[in-house]
């Protein structure tokens, strides 16, 4: 299959290209620093281009069968950034008619997630979940054949294969996974479309 991976300089974005690759996949990375990526696989295509910005998204989405997104901005404070991207970003694939998108959200947004994590996500945590809960709006409302994955605190353990995952919620006791298990995931769930236009929560 042919990917588009938007957040791919990040931990999670590294590690999506990682798997990708290894799975035989041909991967495109859509990057604002692509020097970032200089000592990435030759197997990755890279690409110079803001991914909030739909005359750059759209020609890196060209011939693509999906978007793996880990894009996220990297701040406690209250940012137009989540809107912003995920309004160029579903704008780009109507124009680039790729329908197929898997997107990294927060477990914040779950109900689920017990008490110390509802006052976290109220408090230290909120704007990040309320910027991730507008990024989820805008994707659900659009015509495309999503799923949103909803991991909890991300670590940078090894990859083990053991993760779970519900819909709708997260699963029981589920605090962690390593960001290469979510990597994981969002590949199995690339290839096999089990939880199409589903909220997923992943976790160890």
Same mark, same amino acid.
């Given at each position: 299959?042919?990917? #588009?991976?938007?957040?791919? +300089?990040?931990? +999670?974005?590294?590690?999506?290209?990682? !798997?990708?690759?290894? @799975?035989?996949?041909?991967?495109? =990375?859509?990057? @604002? /620093? $692509?020097?970032?990526?200089?000592?990435?696989?030759? @197997?990755?295509?890279?690409?110079?281009?803001? $991914?909030?910005?739909v005359?750059?998204?759209?020609?890196?989405?060209?011939?693509?069968? =999906?978007?793996? /997104?880990?894009?996220?901005?990297? +701040?406690?404070? /209250?940012? $137009?950034?989540w809107?912003?991207?995920?309004?160029?970003?579903? %704008?780009?694939?109507?124009?680039?008619?790729?329908?197929?998108?898997?997107?990294v *959200?927060?477990?914040?947004?779950?109900?689920n997630?017990?008490?110390?994590?509802?006052?976290? *996500?109220?408090?230290? #945590?909120?704007?990040?979940?309320?910027?991730? &809960?507008?990024?989820? *709006?805008?994707?659900? /409302?659009?015509?495309?054949?999503?799923?949103?994955?909803r991991?909890?605190?991300?670590?940078? &353990?090894?990859?083990?294969? +053991?993760?779970?995952?519900?819909?709708?919620? #997260? $699963?029981?006791? &589920?605090?962690?996974? *390593?960001? !290469?298990?979510? =990597? %994981?995931?969002?590949?199995? %769930?690339?290839e096999?479309? !089990?939880h199409?236009?589903?909220?997923?929560?992943? !976790?160890?």
């Amino acid at each position: 299959m042919k990917f #588009l991976i938007l957040g791919a +300089t990040g931990g +999670t974005g590294l590690r999506l290209i990682d !798997a990708a690759i290894r @799975r035989g996949h041909e991967v495109t =990375a859509l990057v @604002r /620093s $692509p020097q970032k990526l200089a000592n990435a696989d030759r @197997r990755l295509q890279v690409l110079a281009g803001d $991914p909030m910005n739909v005359d750059h998204l759209i020609p890196a989405l060209s011939g693509k069968d =999906a978007v793996l /997104s880990a894009f996220g901005p990297q +701040t406690l404070r /209250s940012t $137009p950034v989540w809107q912003k991207f995920a309004t160029s970003l579903v %704008e780009g694939m109507k124009a680039g008619e790729v329908r197929r998108l898997l997107l990294v *959200s927060v477990a914040l947004l779950f109900r689920n997630i017990g008490f110390t994590g509802y006052i976290v *996500s109220h408090t230290l #945590l909120r704007n990040i979940r309320a910027g991730a &809960g507008r990024m989820e *709006s805008i994707v659900e /409302s659009a015509d495309l054949d999503w799923t949103i994955v909803r991991p909890p605190r991300l670590t940078n &353990g090894p990859r083990t294969g +053991t993760y779970r995952a519900e819909d709708g919620y #997260l $699963p029981s006791r &589920g605090f962690v996974i *390593s960001r !290469a298990d979510l =990597a %994981e995931f969002m590949l199995s %769930e690339a290839e096999q479309n !089990a939880h199409v236009r589903r909220i997923v929560g992943v !976790a160890a």
